[in-house]
């Protein structure tokens, strides 16, 4: 008697037991994701080398903030495609971006069909190293102005991404 009384104690705290967070796949979803305050369209516009980013954008060497005269913004994305005989050639991708308020776009992948959100969740007051990320957790990058240096903001960005629920075991540095 006394072991099926266990084990009904043991199945109704399970039962209670709260569900395990969803996860997206790099970020802790049921943690609040933050975007900065510091907003400057002119500092935050141009090149941005991939400093730090998930298994999945290997290839991905730079992001450049377009931003339009007349209203249309837009992301260009760089990648880097090897042939199996070590010649390289890089591709760029403009990516349309719809404003989803200060430091907040939803990205339109240029072959249709996919969007992306981008957000920029810190950027360093000199607009040097930023950290993007985005809510449903599916990529991350830390991004700087120079393909090298910067280690201490490097580090900051990347305590900013941990503190909004990325993983940063699984990021790969540059």
């Not at 305050?37 to 991905?60: K, M, Q």
């Not at 495609?81 to 050639?89: E, F, K, Q, V």
């Not at 069909?113 to 990320?133: F, H, M, N, P, S």
Request: with cysteine; net charge positive; aromatic share 10%.
């Amino acid at each position: 008697m006394r072991i099926w009384w266990s084990l009904a104690c043991v199945a109704l705290i399970s039962a209670c037991a709260a569900p395990k967070a969803p996860t997206g796949l790099y970020r802790d979803t049921q943690t609040p994701l933050t975007y900065t305050t510091r907003s400057d369209a002119n500092r935050l516009a141009g090149d941005w080398h991939v400093r730090g980013h998930y298994p999945g954008d290997e290839a991905l060497l730079t992001v450049s903030y377009l931003r339009s005269r007349h209203g249309q913004e837009a992301f260009k994305l760089i990648t880097r495609h090897c042939a199996d005989n070590g010649a390289c050639t890089d591709i760029a991708a403009l990516w349309r971006a719809k404003a989803l308020g200060p430091n907040r776009w939803r990205l339109a992948d240029p072959q249709g069909g996919k969007t992306r959100d981008l957000w920029v969740i810190w950027v360093d007051e000199g607009y040097r190293t930023a950290a993007i990320g985005a809510p449903d957790g599916g990529y991350g990058w830390v991004l700087g102005r120079r393909a090298t240096g910067g280690a201490d903001r490097i580090t900051a960005a990347r305590e900013i991404l941990d503190f909004n629920g990325y993983a940063i075991g699984a990021m790969i540095l540059r």
